[in-house]
């Protein structure tokens, strides 16, 4: 089945510090999502992108979907220890359902003060 | 406006147990997803269901099933439970039924534990 490879796995960073981590998949999507998860809770949506080449911003997040559709990179400036969790990329297919969302499997965000 | 409700929030089970756990999407929001959420294997799609209608299921054996009522509310059963079921089960809604665009809100999750 189809898979996302999300990178990298872990991180650990000094409060500060910009952050970039990516996701890439040998399918074809036509959205992007990123996701972020703190611990006890369910996923937050942060940015969703809908076109090749789209860059969207929401305040120190910034997130691009590649221009061949099968890839995508979160980048978070200035980091702080708030940052802290688990960031999840998810893909969504053509025709899609909610059903045909695919996760990635997470980076781990830890953020040293 | 309230968010996604799960209940019980934290489980015990013994094998071949059942479950059933309970989730109350966002007020309007008309479909409904559940997932399982493991270290290893990540969040992993079980099944979505609108206007009381499964409309897609995932990988997984038919021990796991579920349902939406009238109002909305799901429920997810999992019968004759197994030591690799431990995970948290994470429930989504979104706001427009065949909305498609895979933003989802997400509850807090219920816990299980198979002993």
């Known amino acids: 089945g189809q898979q996302l490879n999300q990178s990298p796995q872990s991180m650990f960073i000094q409060e500060g510090e910009d952050v970039s981590m990516n996701c890439t998949s040998s399918s074809i999507f036509n959205t992007w999502l990123w996701y972020k998860q703190d611990p006890g809770e369910g996923p937050v949506l942060l940015i969703a992108?809908?076109?090749?080449?789209e860059l969207t911003s929401n305040g120190r997040l910034t997130a691009q979907f590649g221009i061949t559709r099968k890839d995508s990179f979160l980048n978070i400036s200035a980091s702080i220890p708030s940052d802290v969790g688990i960031y999840f990329c998810a893909g969504l297919n053509y025709g899609g359902s909610q059903g045909n969302l695919i996760f990635g499997k997470g980076t781990k965000l830890s953020v040293k003060p | 406006k309230a968010g996604v409700t799960q209940t019980p929030r934290y489980l015990i089970k013994t094998r071949g147990q059942q479950v059933t756990l309970s989730c109350s999407p966002i007020?309007?929001?008309?479909?409904v997803s559940w997932y399982q959420q493991t270290p290893g294997q990540g969040l992993q799609f079980l099944f979505e269901y609108f206007s009381e209608t499964q409309r897609n299921k995932g990988n997984f054996p038919g021990r796991f099933s579920g349902r939406q009522f009238s109002n909305s509310r799901s429920e997810m059963n999992v019968s004759t439970l197994e030591l690799g079921d431990s995970a948290l089960y994470l429930c989504a809604s979104s706001p427009r039924g065949g909305d498609k665009t895979g933003e989802l809100f997400f509850g807090e999750g219920s816990r299980l534990t198979v002993l």
């Open positions: 992108l809908y076109k090749a080449g």
């Open positions: 007020s309007g929001h008309r479909s």
